[in-house]
């Protein structure tokens, strides 16, 4: 990997100055570039000028790399110091070119082992064969996801499909907490698909067991009148309003059509949704659950117990429901057709709406980089969604670029404006620190248990309370952001409980040097890496300088800096004094929101 | 305003700054809230209130959980509800106080609930669920009246029964908008009279008031090594913290982040200090989260005194109720958690003596279909609810139950059942208990005036000893 890197550093040097995505901090090809917040800096579309809360005095070397920290707390999960060197000499899209072309690493495979190897423990520690789950259940993925996050190289690819598992929500708050395999192979479709296309997703998605549990579209049968059963509506419900059109009408741009009374436009109506749901009849087993003594068919009816949930669904004829089905805006399926005939034409026909762009792009942006997105670059994303430049709908990869190297994304002059950013979510906070400052894991694993995190300090990967995800996209909370009629949804998670329980938690990784931990084991820790952090002890500045390029992205406050510098310096323990360092920073505000 | 706040009054009679750490911090309070309550200059009702929302998050199959149980009902309801209905002989017998011909029973895992009912203390809301006006069958078909919005949608249905207002999208909730209007009532300023067990919620979620989450199991355990009195490492760290929640952000992100984990902070420290001095509950409480959830409220109400409350507004939320599929077992598991939750309930209120005070409503983002899919019931509207407290007028059943059968003059498709009371009168005559004035009932419903004249002396629905 170092020499493919050096190669391209090497290769792309000369390019470093031709940039097509705009200025960054310290680029060296413009020697009079000065960043500094000005009060007369006015973007385009907004009322009021920048009041910025940092005056960024870096040149050279230092600016690049906190701008190449701050596109990596976009990019990925979490990166180390290494990462950011290298993406702050290899450029934005020259990274994410690279990206593209790195093999994925997937959840699944790990998670026999881990199941083998916890059931061994359980049972040395004397524990009740019958007791333990027979197959792998949420723990067991919750260890393989940390496993692959903190190790892995595609670090684009993670990011891309942990925010794709907030928009195709399944949870394991449901009886799917018992199918950990299962769940991991509906995550690994996301990784797997990350960077192919949305249609792919979105078909894949509606045929995985996983979601038709969750949404009930399994063994969903065609109407019987005479016994007054009629095909279950919640998958093309749900499917129809946070997966692909959403509620009303958009406008490329991300705003409300408005009809002739200034009034929003539904996208559908409950009759839409009777004709969608007979499109998602017919869908059974695929394949069963090996079991030891007996060898059951794969049937329609099967419940998922006796299903592989990691297998796809296919299609039972006669329960699919017969007859044409008309869909939106005068879309007739046509009778005749196969089951699976219906349920492509159904699906392409929601892929083309010109809802999907901005309803997918702009959920995409705040995710990925901030809460209120101009319409201007929701509809840029759009554009790129809608035509990747080959003609070609539905582009994740041009997606993920648009968003990424937009200028609303990249440049220093939005950096600074008062309604950039976002509040990180609460595990983004945790893999980014966790990536940035890294564990020592005695015997290579890094597994870790998700349900605490998620109880005390509000999320954890596939453990949302319902398909609506953990916040609403449109949550405002009360306050400046409510008040100014701008959204952040990630607040919805920041309560009394959960602003204390992260903090408790930064307590555990960085006072108590515990980075993660699994349940069934107490013993065996992955220790948090505070080593080469240690080395700057004497030097205040100088620690405070590198934590605020693996941590804060050059967006720590002078006060902050301040308050934590007289706090430290009279420490004499060197442990001591870094500890409550990196303690301090990590729960400030410099920290938890991403500008 | 009426009042001065408790931290004018602090200032005013010399009593300090709080720094409420030990012990010694509930004397303060205590001594703080007793001389605030003998100030004359401020009024307040002597009489202690507090409504516990206990949301049913999926869509409770509730014509499972209040069924006709005499002939001919009975017969219509298994008919219609096929491999759904329970039978017969298992239900356990209601006699409510207000006959209408009909005989009723309960789903069979509601033990304690029947005990309850048949002692006065709990009634049932009859078929209730969100309406913007008066609605019939053929004015729903034909389009002629407003129907609330994103019916049949869990998004939609579980803010319209935590908003009361099926007409708009917003995520202010009634409680909150509630506690808005009568916090003024309470002394406490760190703790917000919205304590919720369940998180963030719309329901507790007002213009200016928001939810104090606790955890079920937990309460409200403090930022670990934050104390004031320490020393060494954990002084230092009490100290950085102070000053970093003490810095003032402009940017709207991290003044909202750095607002909330300080007042979480100086909520939780008042709240701990409370919950020390309250002395023993010795009621059983199963260990389930809904259980635990309703011995904290019972706790948390034997401190109100000491924190300064006489207006509290809890929020329980327990999920599982969208049974599409294996509903008959899935539905006795979670009524059967229910039901001993409420007995729990109710025998710690007894204890404490707070019973009387205390008023628990169910709400769900909707009723089922009375029709099944083959295992299961999809999404309805009108479904029967419940309320259980020393003020309901208990042991009846308010509101019309209707016809079960398929193809009546509300069903709208499968078994769907247009509302026969709207949650306007429902929420109404619950917050006219707990001390909203009539006056201010239309801020709080406006579409209230197409079901009920609030310039009545009548009761909207007279479940509440008002």
């Known amino acids: 990997m170092r020499i493919v890197f050096l190669f391209l550093f090497l290769y792309h040097s000369h390019l470093l100055g031709a940039q097509t995505y705009g200025d960054y901090i310290g680029g060296g090809h413009d020697q009079n570039i000065s960043v500094t917040t000005s009060s007369d800096f006015q973007p385009e579309g907004r009322q009021q000028a920048a009041t910025g809360s940092k005056t960024l005095q870096v040149s050279g070397l230092t600016g690049k790399l ?10 990925t999960m979490g990166a180390d110091r290494s990462t950011i060197d290298s993406v702050a000499k290899l450029g934005f899209e020259a990274w994410i070119d690279q990206q593209f072309e790195l093999p994925p690493t997937f959840v699944r495979p790990h998670i026999q082992e881990v199941y083998d190897t916890t059931f061994q423990r359980y049972l040395a520690a004397g524990g009740d064969t019958l007791k333990y789950p027979e197959i792998p259940a949420s723990e067991h993925f919750d260890y393989a996801w940390w496993q692959v996050n903190m190790t892995n190289d595609d670090l684009l690819r993670q990011r891309i499909a942990f925010a794709l598992s907030e928009i195709f929500v399944i949870s394991f708050k449901s009886e799917l907490d018992r199918y950990g395999e299962g769940v991991a192979s509906y995550y690994d479709l996301f990784i797997e698909h990350a960077f192919g296309n949305f249609k792919d997703i979105l078909l894949n998605v509606t045929l995985h067991p996983c979601m038709g549990v969750y949404l009930t579209h399994l063994n969903n049968p065609k109407s019987n009148p005479a016994r007054f059963i009629y095909p279950d509506e919640n998958y093309a419900r749900e499917m129809m309003q946070l997966f692909t059109i959403g509620l009303y009408e958009l406008n490329q741009d991300g705003s409300r059509v408005k009809d002739g009374n200034g009034k929003d436009i539904p996208t559908y109506d409950n009759d839409d949704i009777g004709e969608f749901a007979k499109i998602f009849t017919g869908l059974g087993a695929g394949a069963t659950r090996p079991m030891p003594d007996t060898i059951i068919e794969p049937a329609f009816g099967l419940r998922s117990s006796r299903i592989d949930m990691a297998e796809p669904m296919v299609m039972y004829e006669e329960y699919h429901e017969p007859g044409p089905k008309y869909l939106l805006n005068g879309f007739v399926v046509p009778a005749g057709q196969t089951g699976m005939e219906d349920v492509n034409a159904a699906l392409e026909h929601l892929f083309n709406h010109r809802n999907v762009g901005p309803f997918f792009g702009k959920q995409l942006i705040q995710r990925l980089v901030k809460s209120n997105p101009s319409p201007a670059y929701v509809s840029r994303v759009a554009a790129a969604f809608n035509d990747n430049g080959a003609g070609v709908r539905g582009d994740m990869k041009a997606v993920i670029k648009a968003i990424l190297l937009d200028e609303e994304a990249r440049s220093c002059g939005w950096y600074n404006d008062p309604v950039q950013g976002k509040l990180k979510e609460p595990i983004i906070r945790y893999t980014h620190f966790a990536r940035a400052v890294g564990g020592v894991s005695e015997n290579g694993f890094f597994w870790n248990q998700g349900d605490e995190y998620d109880d005390d300090a509000g999320q954890h990967p596939m453990y949302s309370p319902s398909v609506f995800n953990f916040y609403w996209p449109d949550f405002q909370p009360v306050g400046p952001i409510g008040n100014q009629g701008y959204l952040a949804p990630e607040f919805q998670v920041h309560n009394s409980r959960t602003s204390i329980g992260f903090v408790n938690f930064v307590n555990e990784w960085v006072v108590s040097e515990t980075l993660l931990r699994t349940k069934d084991d107490p013993e065996r820790l992955v220790l948090t890496h505070l080593d080469d952090l240690i080395t700057h002890a004497a030097d205040t500045e100088a620690l405070i300088n590198e934590l605020d390029i693996l941590l804060t992205n050059g967006m720590l406050r002078d006060d902050t800096r301040q308050i934590i510098t007289t706090i430290v310096d009279p420490l004499e323990d060197p442990f001591e004094k870094v500890k409550l360092t990196i303690y301090l920073m990590v729960i400030s505000a410099d920290y938890t929101i991403l500008k | 305003m009426k009042f001065k706040s408790r931290r004018q009054f602090i200032k005013e009679f010399g009593l300090g700054a709080l720094g409420l750490t030990t012990a010694s911090s509930v004397t303060q309070l205590k001594a703080i809230n007793a001389a605030y309550l003998n100030n004359s ?3 307040l009702n002597s009489d202690y209130k507090a409504i516990v929302c206990f949301f049913l998050a999926g869509g409770n199959d509730s014509f499972n959980m209040l069924v006709p149980r005499g002939n001919p009902e009975y017969d219509e309801y298994a008919v219609t509800r096929s491999d759904l209905a329970l039978s017969q002989n298992e239900l356990l017998p209601i006699t409510p106080v207000t006959s209408d011909g009909r005989q009723y029973g ?3 895992a509601m033990i304690n609930i029947h005990q309850l009912f048949n002692t006065g203390k709990v009634s049932f809301i009859n078929n209730v669920g969100p309406l913007i006006e008066p609605t019939t069958k053929s004015s729903y078909q034909n389009g002629s009246a407003p129907v609330p919005l994103g019916l049949f949608s869990h998004s939609d249905q579980l803010k319209n029964c935590q908003t009361g207002l099926p007409h708009v999208r917003t995520h202010f ?4 908008r509630m506690a808005d209007l009568l916090n003024s009532m309470n002394s406490n300023r760190n703790v917000s009279m919205n304590i919720s067990l369940a998180g963030t919620n719309i329901f507790q979620y007002g213009e200016t008031l928001v939810e104090f ?30 000053l970093l929640l003490g810095v003032e952000h402009s940017d709207m992100y991290k003044k909202t982040y750095t ?3 300080k007042r979480s902070l100086e909520g939780s420290i008042e709240f701990r200090a409370a919950m020390e001095q309250i002395g023993s509950l010795n009621t059983f409480f199963s260990d389930n989260r809904i259980s635990q959830s309703f011995k904290r409220i019972t706790e948390v109400i034997m401190a109100r005194d000491i924190l300064g409350f006489k207006r509290q507004i809890f929020f329980v939320r327990m999920g599982g109720w969208d049974m599409h599929g294996e509903l008959l077992n899935s539905h006795e598991r979670n009524l059967t958690v229910v039901d001993n939750a409420l007995g729990e309930f109710a025998n710690g209120l007894d204890e404490t003596g707070m019973f009387d005070a205390v008023t628990t409503f169910t709400i769900s983002d909707f009723g089922r279909t009375l029709t099944s899919n083959g295992n299961g019931s999809d999404h309805a509207w009108g479904g029967n609810a419940l309320v259980m407290g020393g003020d309901v007028r208990g042991g009846d059943m308010y509101g019309t139950y209707p016809s079960l059968a398929l193809g009546g003059a509300l069903d709208v498709h499968n078994g769907v059942l247009i509302p ?9 005559e619950l917050a006219l208990w707990f001390g909203v004035s009539l006056s201010d009932l239309s801020t709080l419903f406006p579409n209230i005036g197409n079901f009920y004249d609030t310039g009545s002396s009548a009761a909207p629905l007279g479940f509440m000893n008002i």
């Open chain 2, 106 to 108: 309960l789903n069979p």
């Open chain 1, 66 to 75: 906190i701008d190449a920290g701050r596109f990596l707390a976009q990019a």
């Open chain 2, 420 to 428: 026969t009371t709207p949650n306007d009168s429902y929420f109404a």
């Open chain 2, 41 to 43: 200059a401020n009024e």
């Open chain 2, 173 to 176: 909730g009634w409680g909150g």
């Open chain 2, 213 to 242: 989450a606790i955890d079920p199991f937990d309460g409200s355990p403090g930022i670990t090594g934050y104390d004031p009195l320490s020393t060494g490492f954990d002084a230092n760290r009490t100290e950085g913290i102070d």
């Open chain 2, 259 to 261: 607002d909330i984990l």
